[in-house]
């Protein structure tokens, strides 16, 4: 079974701090991951993509890959409570062409 | 369009008449999803399009659903004698080619009553 787990949380951060959201996949073989932010009632919305391993900065943030231990992780610097949303990690798996969706981890930044 | 169009917005509908949703996707955008998210749930993969074709529709919930798309564009997802259980919001998604990032519509939230 080719899975995407992430804690689905939520994960309470302070208004200013950084937030650390993690994913793991259980494909070798996928070759790009995504991030996206989902708000209640509003469809995905996409904020990251990384295809090669280490760190990948756009604003305020940052996505890591580690191919080797299979995990993607999103940090978003300096939290706003804008921020607070559902954020959820897609892996296209190899040989399909399905995104492959975790659960979402639910981030709450508190002001 | 600049991006991913649904419609209908909300459907509400009787148990056991058919629905007709739709997407028009990103022009140029190849790839085509269609996914269902319940209620405090995740994503749930239905079927994926290329061009016309449908390589993937092994997340079909059952023989009752069907999808087509024409002419690399609109796509239209179907669903027969609609259950309870069909309510849902229905995402589509498109993207320029395979394995590439994919922009989501507005969805169509279905409620059968």
């Known amino acids: 079974q080719k899975e995407v787990e992430q804690n689905s949380g939520p994960l309470s951060v302070p208004e200013g701090a950084i937030a650390s959201l993690n994913c793991t996949y259980s494909d070798r073989g996928s070759q790009s991951f995504f991030w996206y932010r989902q708000y209640s009632g509003k469809s995905p919305e996409l904020i990251m993509f990384?295809?090669?391993?280490g760190d990948k900065e756009d604003g305020r943030f940052t996505a890591q890959l580690n191919k080797a231990s299979q995990y993607v992780s999103l940090l978003i610097r300096d939290s706003q409570p804008s921020d607070s949303a559902t954020y959820l990690c897609?892996?296209?798996?190899?040989?399909?062409?399905?995104?492959?969706f975790g659960t979402g981890t639910r981030l709450k930044v508190l002001a | 369009g600049a991006g991913v169009s649904q419609s209908p917005s909300n459907k509400v509908t009787e148990k056991g008449k058919d629905v007709e949703l739709r997407c028009d996707p990103i022009s140029g955008h190849t790839a085509l999803y269609w996914y269902r998210q319940s209620l405090g749930q995740g994503l749930e993969f239905l079927i994926y399009f290329q061009g016309n074709s449908a390589p993937d529709k092994s997340g079909l919930p059952s023989d009752r659903f069907s999808a087509e798309r024409t002419g690399g564009s609109v796509s239209t997802l179907t669903i027969q004698r609609t259950q309870q259980e069909d309510s849902a919001v229905y995402l589509c998604a498109s993207s320029p080619k395979t394995n590439t990032e994919a922009f989501f519509g507005q969805g169509t939230r279905l409620t059968v009553v």
């Open positions: 897609a892996v296209p798996y190899s040989g399909t062409y399905k995104y492959i």
């Open positions: 990384i295809y090669s391993n």
